[in-house]
């Protein structure tokens, strides 16, 4: 069966400092990978999506980037943190772009200081 | 660009009232998918409605997409304290899933 791992689950970082958040999915091949962004008590902000290793698509300009070095390794990152980059972070698959259903990793809850 | 929008934002409900929400797009929408976010968790998928006037139920909670595939709505019939937590919906665009800002459903103590 196929397995999502998204961490660290909390993390709390000062102004400045760089990030990076991992996401793994096991059990499937070329999955469709997908970093969001929530807000607290907000909706879903799409950040990033993948459809193959090396090939990253933006939806939200921002100082944040992702990587995808692996067929089933997704990376979010940032050189130099902002106060508003705080949020729960979502790494999501797929197997179809927007036509099959997403399954989540349990999140990333960032809180920069 | 596209955009879904749904509505309301929160819901306050005794237990054993029913609850809704609904689900507006701007554009035709390809399907809709309705998750659901418990709270401090993630958001988990509940189903997909494809076709025109499609209409799915799921034990108490019953899901509609409408003939136009601009719109659909969820709703749960007698709500439980298991029900508590956050309903998004999400429908494909050109190329991607656009999503709902989600309804908060509130269980009232």
């Known amino acids: 069966s196929q397995t999502i791992h998204q961490w660290p689950a909390t993390l709390v970082q000062p102004v400045g400092s760089p990030l990076s958040l991992e996401c793994t999915v096991e059990?499937?091949?070329?999955?469709?990978l997908y970093w969001y962004r929530q807000a607290a008590g907000r909706g879903l902000q799409l950040l990033f999506y993948?459809?193959?290793?090396?090939?990253i698509s933006s939806e939200v300009p921002q100082n944040l980037s992702a990587s995808r070095p692996q067929d089933r390794q997704f990376i979010l990152s940032s050189k130099k943190l902002l106060l508003s980059d705080s949020g729960f972070y979502l790494c999501?698959?797929?197997?179809?772009?927007?036509?099959?259903?997403?399954?989540f990793g349990q999140g990333t809850r960032l809180t920069v200081v | 660009g596209q955009q879904v929008m749904q509505i309301p934002q929160y819901q306050h409900v005794q237990e054993g009232e029913d609850f809704t929400t609904y689900c507006n797009s701007s554009?035709?929408?390809?399907?809709i998918q309705w998750y659901k976010q418990r709270p401090g968790g993630h958001p988990v998928f509940l189903i997909q409605?494809?076709?025109s006037g499609e209409v799915k139920k799921q034990k108490r909670l019953t899901f509609q997409f409408g003939e136009a595939k601009k719109n659909s709505s969820l709703h749960i019939t007698a709500t439980q304290t298991t029900d508590v937590g956050t309903y998004f919906c999400?429908?494909?665009?050109?190329?991607?899933?656009?999503w709902g800002a989600g309804t908060k459903l509130i269980i009232k103590p």
């Open positions: 554009t035709t929408l390809s399907n």
């Open positions: 993948s459809v193959g290793i090396g090939q």
């Open positions: 999501a698959w797929s197997v179809l772009l927007g036509d099959t259903e997403a399954f």
């Open positions: 999400a429908g494909r665009g050109n190329y991607q899933l656009i």
């Open positions: 059990g499937t091949s070329n999955p469709n």
């Open positions: 409605l494809v076709k």
